[in-house]
């Protein structure tokens, strides 16, 4: 069982990125797929969700009407999309499923 992520970098604030985790060893279609990110000094805090049913999508306030959590069952990958990115959303994501974490990514909003 493995999660690989792509994606992330530096961005300007406003800007957008998409992050990508593709799963091997099992169905992402029959689990629920989340992410998560730890800016530097603080906790790893939980971002978005999106179930295995396809149900409406779960964010942290912080992130709602910015961040787009999908699915791609055919590819079995999961994407972040993330557009008018702010400072404070600078941190390592991180995505997770299936009692697994990806590797994380870095994501730096700045000017």
């Known amino acids: 069982v493995q999660l690989v992520q792509s994606g992330g970098g530096l961005v300007q604030p406003g800007g957008s990125l998409r992050l990508s985790c593709a799963a091997s060893?099992?169905?992402?279609?029959?689990?629920?797929m989340s992410w998560f990110r730890q800016a530097p000094g603080k906790e790893r805090e939980w971002v978005a969700s999106i179930s295995s049913g396809g149900g409406t999508p779960g964010y942290v306030d912080s992130v709602k009407g910015r961040f787009t959590i999908s699915r791609d069952n055919a590819k079995n990958t999961v994407y972040l999309q993330m557009n008018s990115l702010k400072p404070e959303d600078t941190a390592t994501y991180y995505c997770?499923?299936?009692?697994?974490w990806g590797q994380g990514t870095q994501v730096t909003v700045s000017s």
């Open positions: 997770r499923s299936a009692n697994t």
């Open positions: 060893g099992f169905t992402i279609s029959m689990y629920f």
